[in-house]
T-cell receptor, first 114, second 113 residues
Framework: KAGVTQTPRYLIKTRGQQVTLSCSPISGHRSVSWYQQTPGQGLQFLFEYFSETQRNKGNFPGRFSGRQFSNSRSEMNVSTLELGDSALYLC?????????????FGQGTRLTVV | AQSVTQPDIHITVSEGASLELRCNYS??????LFWYVQSPGQGLQLLLKYFSGDTLVQGIKGFEAEFKRSQSSFNLRKPSVHWSDAAEYFC???????????FGKGTTLSVSS
């Protein structure tokens, strides 16, 4: 069964631009969550969606947003990019609906802001 | 507050030697705990999980972990390390709602020959 797919794998953007990252979850999974990974801050939770509804949001500025479609695929958008947004962005999917379901991660999108 | 602490930033182990990676957590109830492994430039792979029941859990690649409520710990172990185990290891727990994982800072494992 196919895993979590994130596209693109690598991106280079200029400060001030915006970017959209995509995540296709494992078939049948209804929860998608996003994490930012940086050497200094480690892995930090961005937001989680379940059946197209955002259930939880981490402590990130409003420039970071996301959405989930009816097929459970998710996108996250970062507007007005800053150098500090350079990071590995990881998407995870799970069955959701209850607490006891493990999350499976994609390979990530490496975003570099120059 | 919920948190995860991995006290060791970097550990070096000889190939064939045993391994123990430490993880301590802070959580008000019974936590849902995980260990993930990450190879350079890759995503996270789930090694094992603890939700309830038997406090010694077995995972993939020969790893196991023991949940100790009295010590608020969930240490990862492997009896004999292989060079391919060199990677970064993350301990994590679910938040109260089960909608977000809270990660430790990670432990980088190097394996020497």
């Amino acid at each position: 069964k196919a895993g979590v797919t994130q596209t693109p794998r690598y991106l280079i953007k200029t400060r001030g631009q915006q970017v959209t990252l995509s995540c296709s979850p494992i078939s049948g999974h209804r929860s998608v969550s996003w994490y930012q990974q940086t050497p200094g801050q480690g892995l930090q939770f961005l937001f989680e969606y379940f059946s197209e509804t955002q259930r939880n949001k981490g402590n990130f500025p409003g420039r970071f947003s996301g959405r989930q479609f009816s097929n459970s695929r998710s996108e996250m958008n970062v507007s007005t990019l800053e150098l500090g947004d350079s990071a590995l962005y990881l998407c995870a999917s799970s069955l959701g609906g209850s607490k006891g379901t493990e999350a499976f991660f994609g390979q990530g999108t490496r975003l570099t802001v120059v | 507050a919920q948190s995860v602490t991995q006290p060791d930033i970097h550990i070096t182990v000889s190939e064939g030697a045993s391994l123990e990676l430490r993880c301590n957590y802070s959580y008000g109830a019974t936590p849902y705990l995980f260990w993930y492994v990450q190879s350079p430039g890759q995503g996270l792979q789930l090694l094992l999980k603890y939700f309830s029941g038997d406090t010694l859990v077995q995972g993939i690649k020969g790893f196991e972990a023991e949940f100790k409520r009295s010590q608020s710990s969930f240490n990862l172990r492997k009896p004999s390390v292989h060079w391919s185990d060199a990677a970064e290891y993350f301990c994590a727990l679910y938040n109260q709602a089960g909608t977000a994982l809270i990660f430790g800072k990670g432990t980088t494992l190097s394996v020497s020959s």
